[in-house]
């Protein structure tokens, strides 16, 4: 199966393509603010030598991390979904983290930390081994002070933008290349609509006031 994998949900915004579970191509560039998507998409298909026709399905990172990145790729995969028809598969950033994690053979427990602003962070826990990894502790919210206790304790902590909080965190970033292996060994296809972000919290929306009436003078 031909995946066109797409990882917008931290700064370091990646495609790639993957074909029966092999990496074929790539692109990646660092855009904190913006990025380049349909760009990066062409620079992969055409070193894969594939047309946009004989991509059979969309992996899209899920975050959590950058809500506007996530939508992004969520909305690019909505799109083409209408447009062709093709399937989608939805995986989380934070696994795809733990992938990377055992990719770059950082052994034991791992906990993952990824920003969720006002002070908190998004947590995971996982143990990397030779073999694969498991999770053992689910993805929540947590506070800095305890992702602090934990670096303090000895654990190993990764994530995106783990360096500017720990100093013997090691940066990592979810890489479209695993993204889209990842998703070459499911089949849980979804329909464009129902791909989501995993956000934490509930969302909350403020209602504006409504707009002021100006009388005109005669």
Not at 71 to 97: D, F, H, K, M, N
Request: hydrophobic share 45%; with cysteine; glycine share 8%.
């Amino acid at each position: 199966m031909k995946i066109l994998a797409l990882e917008f949900s931290s700064d370091q915004r990646s495609v790639a393509v993957v074909d029966d579970g092999q990496v074929r191509a790539g692109a990646q560039e660092t855009a904190p603010r913006a990025t380049r998507a349909l760009g990066l998409i062409e620079t992969a298909l055409c070193a894969a030598g594939l047309e946009r026709e004989q991509v059979e399905c969309l992996a899209v990172g899920l975050g959590p991390g950058s809500y506007t990145g996530i939508r992004a790729a969520i909305a690019l995969a909505q799109g083409w979904q209408l447009a062709r028809e093709t399937p989608t598969i939805g995986v989380s950033s934070v696994e795809c983290l733990a992938a990377t994690a055992h990719r770059e053979k950082i052994w034991g427990r791992v906990s993952i930390v990824i920003d969720a602003q006002r002070n908190e962070l998004y947590f995971a826990a996982y143990e990397i081994e030779t073999s694969g990894w498991r999770e053992t502790q689910r993805l929540r919210l947590a506070s800095m002070d305890e992702a602090r206790a934990r670096v303090e304790g000895g654990e190993t902590v990764v994530g995106p933008e783990v360096a500017k909080w720990f100093a013997s965190g090691l940066p990592l970033f979810p890489d479209a290349a695993i993204l889209g292996q990842l998703a070459a060994r499911r089949n849980d296809f979804l329909s464009g609509e129902k791909l989501e972000p995993i956000y934490l919290r509930e969302t909350a929306f403020i209602k504006a006031p409504p707009p002021r009436v100006i009388l005109s003078r005669p």
